[in-house]
């Protein structure tokens, strides 16, 4: 194990490498930027990978958050991760919290809304989940959206990996969205914690291993 990893996060690192949900080689962020790498949860994609995921979320939002009645996902990546999450603090912890997630468009038959699940209430605290925070984009982008909706108590938000970049201000994207908005982010990894453990296995080539150095040279914080 890396320093300062527990064995669930080895145990969630060697999850991402085996079904290549954690890619190497050059994709274009939401920012725009080209990394060179990508976190890829919509590769989690059949019951025996999603029950396996959401139970790493879930322990993560159990330890942080134990406070949390809904737990929401931002469309679309967020959708089976707010389920799935859900799902398993049931079935690990016998927790029961709600699950919630936005529409793309609104709804104008039916129920309507913006949302489907969990109808939203001051009185709710919420647990945002998503993959990762490049810039912190997506992240403000949902907060504005449950503000409107119901605008429920922030409790905090889990990603899977913190890159560990800056916003398009030059800032900590992480950082900036606790001292903003005054709510903090739990990351089941970390860029670093990556980077150091697949160096010590040898899991990548020095050329791999050079751009991704490069590029937190350039956009780490």
């Known amino acids: 194990?890396?320093?300062g990893m527990g064995a669930w996060k080895d145990d969630f690192l060697d999850f991402l490498l085996e079904t290549g949900a954690l890619?190497?080689?050059?994709f274009k962020t939401k920012s725009g930027r080209l990394s060179p790498y990508?976190?890829?949860t919509g590769l989690f994609h059949d019951g025996r990978r999603l029950a396996r995921l959401g139970a790493f979320y879930a322990r993560q939002i159990r330890e942080r958050f134990p406070k949390a009645t809904v737990i929401y996902g931002p469309a679309y990546k967020g959708i089976p991760?707010?389920?799935?999450a859900a799902c398993a603090l049931w079935s690990e912890f016998q927790v029961e919290v709600a699950w919630t997630f936005n529409r793309k468009e609104t709804k104008d038959h039916g129920d309507g809304g913006n949302f489907v699940g969990k109808k939203l209430g001051p009185e709710d605290r919420v647990v945002l989940v998503d993959d990762v925070i490049t810039a912190g984009l997506s992240?403000?982008?949902?907060?504005s959206l449950?503000?409107?909706?119901?605008?429920?108590?922030?409790?905090?938000?889990?990603?899977?990996?913190?890159?560990?970049?800056?916003?398009?201000?030059?800032?900590?994207?992480?950082?900036?969205?606790?001292?903003?908005?005054?709510?903090?982010?739990?990351?089941?990894?970390?860029?670093?914690?990556?980077?150091?453990?697949?160096?010590?296995?040898?899991?990548?080539?020095?050329?791999?291993?050079?751009?991704?150095?490069?590029?937190?040279?350039?956009?780490?914080?």
């Open 81 to 84: 991760l707010c389920t799935a």
């Open 23 to 26: 890619c190497f080689g050059e």
């Open 1 to 3: 194990m890396g320093a």
């Open 146 to 221: 449950l503000a409107a909706c119901g605008n429920p108590r922030i409790e905090g938000i889990v990603i899977s990996v913190n890159r560990e970049e800056t916003n398009t201000e030059g800032l900590d994207a992480v950082a900036e969205i606790t001292r903003r908005h005054g709510i903090p982010v739990a990351p089941l990894l970390t860029l670093g914690e990556i980077l150091e453990t697949v160096k010590r296995r040898k899991q990548l080539d020095e050329g791999m291993i050079s751009r991704i150095v490069e590029y937190r040279q350039k956009y780490g914080v």
């Open 38 to 40: 990508y976190v890829n």
């Open 139 to 143: 992240v403000a982008e949902s907060l």
